[in-house]
Nanobody, 116 residues
Framework: QVQLVESGGGLVQPGGPLRLSCAASGFTFSMYAMRWYRQASGKERELVAT????????DYAGSVKGRFTISRDNSKNTVYLQMNSLKPEDTAVYYC?????????WGKGTLVTVSS
């Protein structure tokens, strides 16, 4: 059974850091590109960051570039999103996604709230 389980969300003050994790099981994690998406209330889901299967490349949305870092540990079947200098507009549900050709899996999301 395929599972992607996000964790690490919560309430953080503006300017603070937060680290999200996504634990994968039920598929060959190392063969999949991994992505983090987010969806703010009333808005469409947007792609935040991508990392290739062997960590050889990463890509970021312009709104988070320089503040967020995606990484993965294939020995632990886990992908991370380090978020620094958080802003209120980063408030959203963050979703983990696995992608290989036309096969894709989604987690259920973790809520990040940036507020003082």
């Amino acid at each position: 059974q395929v599972q992607l389980v996000e964790s690490g969300g919560g309430l953080v003050q503006p300017g603070g850091p937060l680290r999200l994790s996504c634990a994968a099981s039920g598929f060959t994690f190392s063969m999949y590109a991994m992505r983090w998406y987010r969806q703010a209330s009333g808005k469409e889901r947007e792609l935040v960051a991508t990392i290739s299967s062997l960590s050889s490349s990463t890509d970021y949305a312009g709104s988070v570039k320089g503040r967020f870092t995606i990484s993965r540990d294939n020995s632990k079947n886990t992908v991370y999103l380090q978020m620094n200098s958080l802003k209120p507009e980063d408030t959203a549900v963050y979703y983990c996604n696995a992608l290989r050709v036309s096969v894709t899996y989604w987690g259920k999301g973790t809520l990040v709230t940036v507020s003082s």
